[in-house]
């Protein structure tokens, strides 16, 4: 109920009720005022006329009494004055002061100065002419000095008496009141009238429209929506209603963008942090209390260097504060520690918030845990620069570090690049698997670690079962760079004949190692250049050693380089003959005692358009190295077959036999194009005799699928 009255009288109706009342009962009460001031002003002046008339009548008649000397007639006009209402003294005095006629008896013969009356001081001076009144207000009275004609002395002057009179002034209010009552009740109607008239406009004007906004203020601050306000007018209220229902769209707008704002913030795998001038933290997001660890409770009012693990250099946050303070962003890395004690690793970028002062008042903090991105990075790292199997530097890693040493070059010493290669490794593959192989790699690997150790030198994987040992340039001439190479080629060799156990099994491998002196001229061009091309000559060199027989060490030798690249050349032109049929197709036939030809040997020919015949001794070599002798031995069936359709038609039977690669027999689909070709010329499987001159191991099981052609091996 307390509140209630107190909401009553507070109410902006009750204030503009209680307003109109005090402005009605202020101008009813002026009204009444003046209206009495003025009935009183009016009485004034109708008793002073009346004194005045009094005083001139009673002049009159006192003149000729007093002329005619009736002096008992004076004193009944004295008498007639003194029953008048108001009169309450009346006497006349001569010029020397004396009072001659007065209402009270006692007074007459004695000077007017003892008089029981007080004059005011205006009736000091002499009479005139003319009557003479005043109205004494502190006593609601009025004096009036009139002058009478006397009678004539002996020297025949006229003598001038005065008569004095006081009149009573009524200034009773109820007087007034009664006299004005109509107009007092006029004028308290109009007023109530006006009054009312006035609250109903300030209530339809003011206190309504007043009413409208504030109901419209508490629903925005009650509610998110939007809000409408009943006023049409286009009045300063109507316009702050507009005003107001535009804060509310505005607001509304701006809310629902920040809760979109807030939900996307929390919804982020990026962790978001606040932060006053002061450094307590005001706000984080879910994800930041994820990745540290710390709940949203436990963060607030806390300073962030509770996350500091120690691990972040000084100079980092030397640049951030000085960065921060000239209100910029800043940047980077920050090693920081979660609740748990582990280390996280953010990317963090840290804005300062500036007020319309450029005064920083906030610090805002996005930071994106990149722990597991930094490990990748490294893993990534690793894998570019590191074998996986032996954790020893790759090819990639072994070209830079021969690229620095080589741009540091000071062309007096040099070095040696040793490659290693662990022979028939394939085979052991073959045969126990490529985890036995990996852990066989391994052990190598360790082993030529150990025989290494207390050298100068660097030990690479290439992969597979390559590796590559860079001696440093240490040497001051070539021989004694080859000296040293060779010293460490010859140990390497006799550490691997040693036996690897693995997997519980004991074996013995042999190695084959290509070893070239760098750098091979004075003048490095290009280091990048110069690094893979002294790796491709360590290469060419170890194969030169396995050419060998393996388990023995080659120096690279130019010629070595030519062989290359002349069995390179072949490679590609053979291809191309095979495109463009430049092969030839020649037989060495098998006769009889009787001469009769029984069976024939296919050959294979290469008629090169430029060099004409080239021995198969010069590019079979070549072909055998890869599938490409794979291509020369179809079209060698291919070309067999039509020459027997050919001879079968003429009625001469007879078989040819073709030498052809064990690889064969590695193609899934050899037995299916055979067995196509067969059936498309139409010949016996037994014409054609197929020659395998690298033994039965090299196609095991698919000798059984075969059985139904002649095969030699």
């Not at 009016?42 to 007093?66: C, D, F, V």
């Not at 005011?120 to 006593?139: H, I, N, Q, R, T």
């Not at 197709?585 to 005692?593: D, F, P």
């Amino acid at each position: 109920m307390a509140e209630a009255r107190v909401n009553f009288w507070r109410s902006l109706s009750t204030r503009i009720t209680l307003l109109v009342v005090t402005v009605s009962v202020a101008v009813f009460v002026f009204l009444v005022w003046l209206t009495l001031y003025y009935q009183q002003l009016e009485n004034r002046n109708l008793a002073e006329r009346e004194l005045r008339t009094l005083n001139l009548s009673s002049q009159a008649t006192l003149n000729r009494i007093i002329r005619y000397d009736y002096p008992e007639l004076a004193e009944e006009v004295i008498a007639e004055l003194e029953v008048h209402r108001r009169v309450s003294r009346a006497l006349i005095f001569n010029e020397q002061g004396s009072v001659v006629f007065s209402n009270l008896k006692s007074e007459v013969g004695r000077l007017i100065e003892h008089a029981q009356l007080e004059l005011p001081e205006a009736f000091s001076s002499p009479a005139g002419k003319f009557s003479l009144v005043v109205y004494e207000p502190d006593l609601d009275r009025f004096y009036s000095k009139t002058p009478l004609v006397g009678r004539a002395n002996q020297t025949q002057e006229v003598a001038t008496w005065t008569l004095l009179m006081t009149y009573e002034y009524d200034t009773s209010l109820k007087a007034a009141i009664y006299q004005r009552r109509w107009a007092l009740a006029g004028e308290l109607l109009l007023v109530f009238i006006l009054a009312s008239l006035l609250r109903v406009y300030l209530q339809h004007r003011l206190a309504r429209p007043l009413q409208l906004l504030q109901q419209g203020v508490l629903q925005l601050r009650l509610t998110n929506s939007d809000v409408d306000i009943a006023l049409t007018d286009n009045d300063e209220l109507g316009q702050m209603a507009r005003t107001i229902e535009q804060i509310a769209r505005d607001r509304s707008q701006y809310l629902s963008d920040l809760k979109n704002l807030n939900t996307a913030i929390e919804q982020s795998n990026e962790c978001v942090i606040i932060t006053n001038i002061e450094g307590e933290i005001e706000y984080v997001n879910r994800a930041f209390s994820d990745v540290t660890g710390y709940s949203k409770d436990e963060l607030i009012g806390q300073n962030p260097r509770i996350l500091q693990s120690g691990a972040t250099a000084k100079t980092t946050y030397e640049r951030l504060w000085n960065k921060l303070k000239l209100g910029e962003t800043w940047r980077g890395e920050l090693l920081n520690k979660r609740k748990d004690g582990s280390n996280y690793v953010v990317w963090a970028t840290i804005t300062p918030v500036l007020d319309e002062n450029n005064l920083i008042t906030h610090f805002i903090g996005v930071e994106e845990d990149i722990t597991e991105r930094k490990a990748d990075e490294e893993k990534l790292h690793f894998l570019a620069y590191y074998e996986p199997l032996t954790s020893l530097p790759n090819r990639f890693h072994l070209s830079e570090l021969m690229q620095q040493v080589l741009a540091a070059h000071d062309g007096k010493h040099y070095g040696a690049l040793l490659l290693v290669d662990m022979d028939r490794l394939q085979h052991i593959n073959d045969a126990r698997g490529y985890e036995f192989g990996s852990e066989l790699i391994k052990r190598f690997a360790e082993r030529l670690k150990h025989e290494l150790k207390g050298r100068e030198h660097t030990l690479a994987h290439l992969g597979a079962d390559a590796f590559a040992v860079l001696l440093p340039e240490d040497a001051s001439s070539i021989q004694a760079a080859k000296n040293k190479a060779e010293a460490v080629g010859q140990l390497l060799l006799a550490t691997t004949e040693q036996p690897f156990h693995v997997m519980r099994e004991e074996l013995k491998i042999s190695a084959s190692i290509g070893c070239v002196i760098y750098p091979e001229t004075d003048v490095i061009m290009h280091s990048k250049i110069e690094a893979e091309r002294i790796i491709r000559s360590a290469e060419t060199a170890m194969h030169q050693a396995k050419h060998k027989g393996g388990n023995s060490f080659q120096f690279y030798k130019a010629k070595f380089s030519q062989q290359v690249q002349q069995q390179f050349e072949i490679e590609k032109q053979l291809r191309h003959a095979i495109s463009k049929d430049e092969l030839e197709l020649h037989l060495q036939s098998q006769c009889l005692h009787s001469g009769e030809v029984v069976s024939a040997e296919a050959l294979v020919r290469w008629n090169h358009s430029r060099d004409g015949m080239i021995s198969p001794g010069k590019f079979i070599p070549v072909a055998e190295q890869s599938d490409l002798i794979v291509d020369v031995d179809r079209w060698m069936l291919t070309r067999v077959c039509q020459l027997l359709a050919d001879l079968q038609k003429q009625g001469k039977h007879l078989s040819i036999s073709v030498n052809i690669s064990a690889r064969h027999f590695r193609k899934s689909d050899f037995e299916d194009w055979i067995d196509a070709l067969i059936k498309e010329y139409e010949i016996p499987r037994k014409s054609l005799v197929l020659e395998v001159t690298e033994g039965v191991a090299y196609f095991g099981d698919s000798e059984q699928r075969f059985r139904s052609y002649p095969i030699t091996c």
